[in-house]
């Protein structure tokens, strides 16, 4: 793993033709997939239908526990079917998702929409990110991954910024309209997902890989994946402690800015006609931190840097029940460039730590839904906090809690069982049964990016 986080010096480390392609290809899916024009708008059009706050909270907290059921399994899917054909099938899902509350805006409209959701991002939760770390680990260019990770998420941010205001107006020609520009930016995603290039060796595994000839074993073949991952992560501490460091990150940054933005503003008197505004300035400051992760010193390591970068959204949210109206804005803008920093940082770190030929897809899927079920728990607690006028006492907590974890953490990470696991990081699975293979290659040497006239490697 590298120690600092700067992009590839020039000259040494240069873009592949085809490493360009996929960065360029991963730039438009990314930002197409995730381009959802009814983001700002889908309280309003569910109260429009007819749904009651009860209904429309509900499907939410549906569509949450969905999401962490679909994660593992769509994971194991990735591993099994490829990364790609994985991305394929999510852009697919995410277009009909899109399209359901236009055939039907209702209450079972709108719930399938949301479940669709569910499934089609967890499908591409951790193949997006898996086949971009491995597509560049082929070319020998992944040391521009973390700005490629980067730089996607900042686009995506930022194309929010410009479309998003526009979802007013084109309302008023089209009611539908949000749904439908959503169902085609998912379409474009298809488009991007269709001419990624073929990787070598982590396609579909074939029946010589897995030993499995008979369809019908194919659930046992899912078993052993998810027993390999879980065993993976059982049996690298460095891999577990990745996974909990980042579990700070994504509760902070999803509570303040999903749960928490509107109580906070409000509570410092700034009135809902600004929010938009503070939400657009949140998310440019965001855009800058993720297209950016470069600028962070080489002089801590990157997992150094994520708890520090922590920490900061910690104190940030410790600081905002001491400052006023202006005060909270720009800690508020703090806090979005500090998560725009950490995110890229913190999948790479993940990536990094995952053994080689251990299922890639399934531990991001994992990591993800631990992610998930933590804020989803952090979640409950919001809402008793907030409805009994606790406020500035749940951030308090919240940066408490955080300093401990992290606290916690770091005394972790210095143990030798840590250290040793850590050296090893990169090294193959320790259960060669798990260790896909292609033509009897090691699985790091197996990977290839193949043009379109090339030979096509088994199962890709």
């Known amino acids: 793993m590298s120690a600092g986080l700067a992009d590839a010096p020039p000259g040494k480390g240069a873009l592949t033709p085809a490493a360009r392609r996929i960065i360029r290809l991963n730039y438009g899916f990314q930002l197409l997939f995730n381009l959802l024009w009814w983001m700002p708008v889908f309280y309003a059009y569910q109260k429009e239908a007819g749904l009651s706050d009860g209904q429309i909270f509900g499907i939410q907290s549906i569509y949450y526990v969905a999401f962490c059921l679909f994660e593992i399994p769509t994971g194991l899917i990735a591993d099994r079917i490829g990364t790609r054909n994985c991305l394929r099938a999510g852009a697919v899902v995410m277009t ?19 479940l669709a959701i569910a499934l089609g991002r967890s499908l591409t939760s951790g193949a997006a990110s898996a086949y971009l770390y491995d ?11 973390l700005k490629a990770e980067g730089t996607a998420r900042a686009l995506g941010l930022a194309a929010k910024v410009v479309c998003w205001p526009l979802v007013g107006p084109l309302m008023s020609l089209a009611h539908a309209a949000p749904y439908v520009l959503s169902a085609a930016s998912a379409a474009g995603s298809l488009v991007c997902a269709v001419a990624l290039p073929r990787l070598a060796g982590t396609g579909t595994r074939t029946d010589k890989a897995t030993g499995r000839g008979d369809g019908g074993r194919r659930g046992g073949a899912f078993l052993r994946d998810a027993g390999a991952a879980l065993r993976c992560v059982a049996s690298s501490p460095w891999l577990a402690l990745v996974m909990v460091q980042g579990v700070a990150v994504f509760t902070l940054s999803r509570i303040c800015q999903v749960n928490l933005f509107q109580p906070i503003l409000l509570d410092h008197g700034v009135g809902e006609a600004s929010h938009g505004s503070v939400l657009a300035a949140m998310t440019v400051a965001e855009a800058i931190g993720s297209a950016r992760p470069q600028w962070l010193s080489r002089r801590l ?11 900061a959204l ?18 508020l803008c703090l806090f979005a460039a500090a998560t725009g920093f950490a ?3 913190q999948r790479k770190l993940m990536n990094d730590a995952v053994p080689v030929g251990a299922p890639r897809a399934t531990l991001l899927s994992i990591e993800s839904l631990v992610d998930r079920a933590v804020c989803a728990l952090a979640a409950v607690a919001v809402g008793a906090y907030v409805s009994a006028g606790h406020l500035d006492a749940l951030l308090w907590h919240s940066a408490l809690a955080t300093v401990v974890l992290l606290g916690v953490v770091q005394l972790l990470l210095r143990s030798r069982r840590v250290g040793r ?7 193959p699975a320790a259960d060669p049964k798990d260790t896909a293979k292609s033509d009897g290659r090691p699985a790091d040497e197996a990977v290839r990016v193949t043009g379109g006239g090339g030979r096509r490697p088994p199962g890709a």
């Open 301 to 311: 390591p990157p997992v150094a840097w994520v708890s520090v970068l922590s920490l």
């Open 96 to 114: 009909a998702a899109n399209l359901a509350p236009v055939a039907a805006a209702s209450y079972t409209g709108f719930l399938v929409h949301f």
């Open 135 to 145: 597509g560049l680990r082929a070319e020998k260019c992944d040391a521009h991954y």
């Open 343 to 345: 995110y890229p940082v």
């Open 314 to 331: 910690a104190g940030t949210l410790a600081a905002m029940t001491l400052g006023g109206p202006w005060a909270v804005v720009a800690l």
């Open 421 to 427: 696991d850590r050296a090893g990081a990169g090294t």
